[in-house]
């Protein structure tokens, strides 16, 4: 008898308690502790975080006298990247001991580097060597390719020459891209952005080839800033004018430089063949984006006299640079 | 399993603090733990990390020089199957021999030593072992159903011989291999990710595929995964059941053990028929009795097990004994060699599988019959090849393919960007099932990359150098290797129906100059505004056929531009055009 009622009334206890306990979570107030309750569905929907990148970007502070755009020509790639960095303020301007440096080329196709279409890797590689001389406590290369990320820095030689320069090679996989936010972006004020690689990083250095391109006639330094995206990049294109400028806006590096030893004259941005491609034995360095991309329509693919793609204009209009680069004090160097 | 002390011997219980003293029958202290059936364990544990090793190098970043399909070309049924549907020896399946020997030597060695799969199955029996030693010993008798795998191999070989390759359905490398490509590593990955990212940095240097862009995806990955857990749980019900009823490698290299100089053999003279030899036995090979040689696994558990030392894996014992029993068994007077025979069993071996003859001959005519049921339905047929069927870059002609192709799906494995998936049903019939196909809503075929042709066993995808998959140097005249041609579909493409720039398709295009150009129009849209369309167009003459376009087309669910298989140039009749039309 005793043992039926203490068995009854557990059963009662069990029933009572998880009644209640049922009860609690789907009722109780959003606010209370525990609680599930979400009466129109909005609570249950998933809630991505986004960021942003410093409010000046990672430029350092402008100066009034150095020249926005160093232009050396020569043949030693490492010999040119100290003149035309020099030009603009010498390395230690811009990279001081302890900072963490992110050299963006470009390595969009799986293509060796004569072809043009990629970044020299020597160029990135005297890049890594100047900034881990200036001090850099840490250098890393990241870039979200069009093919197999892994296929394109092999391929390209970039994989290779960034590590044995000294630096970390970053490849895209899907769990490394955050929604980033860009206010006054046109169409990327929110777009998935390569952010593992920007974790904890103070300098931006872009290094991106001179190529032509099918779509928007050109693409430089401030293309360059695509391979950091990720998502539907492919809607880009319905306004790709617009987009290189959203690019310009959204990331403002401490210098870019333009690796003009090969020009990608025609076929681009893919090329493919040596006949698409030139010497250049140029190097720019600068802290004017626009500037640079400009002097190389005019000097680099001789497209002067042509119209600038209207990306130039769209990014001047927002203050991002000066397509006019005659107006610009530029400093040209002869190395050997 | 063979971890349990040797019962019924008078050995005392493995003891936590070690002694050196010797065993109570004299023999040194390291044979209680040095058994032959612990040897075995690690073995088998070796081949299986060396089997997930090799998968794991299957990767551009990791490949460098390692034999990346060794499990397969070792594999003498994927050998012996491919010589009879294409009368040759593809690149490096000699390697068969070294399987093929030791067969021959000490019989099934392999199915309990060293294969991964049959591992796997008895791993996952011994895990979930909740029977009583009768029980054990009843379920390892031997059953006429473990025939069937008899049939099934008698079956693929004929189909083999009459040019359909379909050992890879349950070839067990193939299969281990495919159900890992499609539907282990994704899995493991999608789990060693998520622990990366839950903070664990550590996992990220196990994963299988580094540095992919996307997690992978593969058709059909269900129901791969589905006949995993259905196999590997078919050991509950029956211990071993893949290897003992399904398994065509199992077979074809039971069918070779009756040749082989060591076996088990059974001293009746010491044999109480308690069948305690049984509890353990991986094959149900009978070791209590006539010993199924086709069915031994050589696991020597039943040595371990038995508690009068009456097995042992002896060479070339002898084959019959009863005309050397003088006496009968019956009343207890037989001897043998002046000792008295205890056991009242007295057949030794059965060389050959318990397969009737008539069984055989139904077995034939049931793969003359297949093939013109495989063959003959449309999709695989010359007559009505689908369009999607796009084989991977220098693969042979679609009849040749199904005579090499063993559906490992390695090259899914290999493959950077995901394009290889394997064919459903509907792509390529039963004939094809889990053949390789490119799907270029998934992936593309990069333009620089040989890889699928670098680990195809078979040769359904020839090794293929970089220069001749583009079309240079020496292959110039031949020209590149085209997969398929590209098409237009207008109706959705942004700038032709839409008003809106685009041609995402023409930058990605990688050949040179472009198989892919613009009619440039300055057009006033609806809205008044004045865009430049560049309306893109096909260029046949130029296009490989590798699906970039498809892949980035902004139209995702239904590309604007895609790929068919017409105007591939593994097969002359395929051809799209009349000019530049080459021998393949």
Redesign the interface.
């Known amino acids: 008898m005793n043992e039926d009622r203490r068995r009854l009334l557990k059963q009662l206890g069990a029933v009572a308690g998880l009644s209640l306990g049922a009860g609690y979570v789907s009722l109780a107030p959003s606010g209370w502790p525990l609680s599930l309750k979400d009466p129109d569905g909005e609570r249950g929907k998933p809630r991505g975080t986004s960021l942003r990148l410093p409010e000046k970007g990672f430029a350092v502070d402008p100066s009034g006298v150095l020249p926005h755009l160093g232009v050396a020509r020569g043949a030693n790639v490492d010999a040119m990247l100290k003149a035309a960095v020099d030009a603009i303020g010498g390395i230690h301007r811009f990279v001081k001991t302890g900072d963490v440096v992110l050299v963006k080329p470009n390595v969009a196709?799986?293509?060796s580097a004569p072809l043009g279409a990629t970044s020299n890797p020597e160029v990135v590689a005297a890049l890594v060597r100047l900034c881990r001389e200036a001090g850099a406590a840490e250098v890393r290369v990241a870039d979200?390719p069009?093919?197999?990320?892994?296929?394109c820095f092999?391929?390209s030689g970039v994989q290779r020459a960034a590590v044995d320069a000294g630096s970390e090679v970053y490849?895209?996989?899907?769990?490394d891209f955050r929604m980033l936010e860009t206010p006054g972006a046109t169409h990327i004020a929110r777009w998935p952005f390569f952010w593992r690689p920007f974790q904890g990083v103070t300098k931006v250095i872009g290094v991106a080839p001179v190529k032509d391109?099918?779509?928007c006639r050109a693409s430089m330094t401030t293309k360059n800033w695509y391979g950091l995206l990720g998502g539907?990049r492919?809607?880009f294109?319905?306004?790709?004018h617009g987009i290189i400028a959203d690019l310009a806006l959204m990331l403002r590096p401490t210098f870019v430089v333009l690796d003009g030893t090969r020009v990608l004259w025609r076929?681009g941005?893919?090329?493919?063949?040596l006949s698409?491609v030139k010497e250049g034995r140029t190097l720019i360095a600068s802290t004017d984006s626009l500037a640079a991309d400009a002097f190389g329509w005019d000097e680099l693919l001789e497209r002067k006299g042509e119209l600038l793609p209207a990306y130039f204009e769209k990014a001047a209009a927002r203050g991002l640079g000066t397509p006019d680069w005659r107006s610009t004090n530029v400093r040209e160097i002869q190395v050997g | 399993m063979s971890a349990s002390p040797k019962s019924g011997s008078g050995l005392p219980l493995p003891s936590f603090r070690p002694s050196l003293a010797p065993n109570p029958d004299g023999s040194p202290w390291w044979a209680r733990t040095f058994r032959i059936t612990n040897v075995r364990v690690v073995s088998q544990l070796f081949f299986f990390a060396l089997f997930v090793f090799l998968l794991s190098v299957t990767w551009?970043?990791r490949l460098k020089g390692y034999p990346a399909s060794l499990f397969l070309e070792v594999d003498p049924l994927v050998s012996f199957a491919t010589a009879l549907s294409t009368h040759t020896v593809y690149r490096r399946l000699w390697w068969a021999l070294f399987l093929l020997v030791p067969t021959l030597l000490l019989g099934r060695v392999f199915c309990n030593w060293a294969c991964p799969y049959g591992t796997l199955h008895q791993f996952t029996g011994w895990l979930f072992n909740i029977r009583n030693n009768k029980n054990r010993i009843d379920q390892n008798r031997y059953r006429p159903l473990y025939q069937t795998k008899y049939v099934l191999l008698g079956l693929f070989l004929v189909l083999a011989l009459c040019g359909a390759l379909q050992i890879g359905l349950l070839d067990p490398i193939c299969l281990l291999v495919r159900t890992f490509t499609v539907a282990i590593i994704p899995a493991v990955d999608l789990g060693l990710?998520s622990l990366?990212?839950q903070g664990l940095s550590a996992a990220s240097n196990l994963v299988f595929k580094?540095?992919?862009?996307?997690?992978r995806v593969f058709a059909g990955a269900w129901f791969v995964g589905a006949l995993l857990v259905g196999l590997v749980g078919a050991n509950l019900l029956v211990p071993r059941f893949f290897c003992r009823v399904l398994c065509p490698l199992g077979a074809f290299l039971g069918v070779l053990s009756r040749w082989s100089l060591w076996r088990i053999d059974r001293d009746v003279t010491k044999c109480t028929d308690c069948d305690l030899c049984l509890k353990g036995c991986e094959g149900a090979s009978d070791p209590q009795g006539a010993l199924r040689k086709s069915e031994c696994f050589v696991c020597f558990n039943c040595i371990d097990d038995c508690p009068e030392d009456a097995l042992s894996f002896r060479f070339n014992p002898l084959p019959s004994i009863s005309r050397l029993v003088k006496g009968s068994p019956k009343d207890g007077t037989a001897t043998l060699h002046g000792l008295p025979v205890i056991s009242k069993n007295l057949g030794v071996e059965v060389k050959a599988p318990d397969v009737p003859r008539r069984r055989w001959i139904l077995t034939a005519a049931l793969g003359v019959l297949a093939y013109p049921f495989l063959r003959y339905s449309k999709d695989v047929n010359r007559r009505g090849f689908h369009p999607k069927a796009i084989r991977p870059p220098g693969s042979v002609a679609e009849s040749e393919f199904l005579e090499r192709c063993i559906k490992c799906d390695q090259c899914l494995n290999v493959c950077?960007?995901n394009v290889l998936q394997p064919a459903r049903l509907a792509v390529a019939g039963l004939e094809g099932l889990w053949t390789p196909v490119m799907d270029f809503s998934v992936g593309f075929c990069?333009?620089?990359?040989t890889l699928c042709s670098e680990v195809c066993p078979t040769g359904a995808i020839q090794k293929t150098s970089l220069e001749k998959k583009l079309g240079l140097g020496a292959f110039a005249e031949v020209g590149p290797v085209r997969l398929g041609t590209a098409f237009f579909d207008r109706g959705r493409c942004?700038p032709w129906a839409m008003e809106?720039?685009?041609?995402?398709c023409?930058?990605?295009?990688?050949?040179?100059?472009?198989a892919i150009g613009?009619y440039d129009e300055v057009f006033t849209r609806w809205d008044g505004k004045s865009v430049t369309l560049?309306k893109p167009y096909m260029r046949p003459e130029l296009c490989i056929g590798c699906g970039?376009c498809q892949k980035?087309?902004?139209v995702?669910d239904d590309a604007a531009v895609y790929v068919t298989a017409v105007g591939e140039t593994r097969d002359g009749d395929r051809t799209l055009l009349l000019t530049g039309k080459k021998s393949a």
């Open positions: 196709f799986e293509r979200n069009i093919e197999s990320p892994a296929a092999a391929r490849l895209p996989t899907a769990s391109h099918n779509l539907r492919n809607q294109h319905q306004d790709i076929s941005p893919t090329g493919g063949s698409d | 551009l970043s990710v990366a990212g580094p540095a992919a862009p996307e997690p950077p960007t990069q333009l620089n990359c942004l809106t720039p685009c041609v995402v023409e930058e990605v295009c990688p050949t040179t100059p472009k613009t560049n970039i980035e087309c902004p995702i």
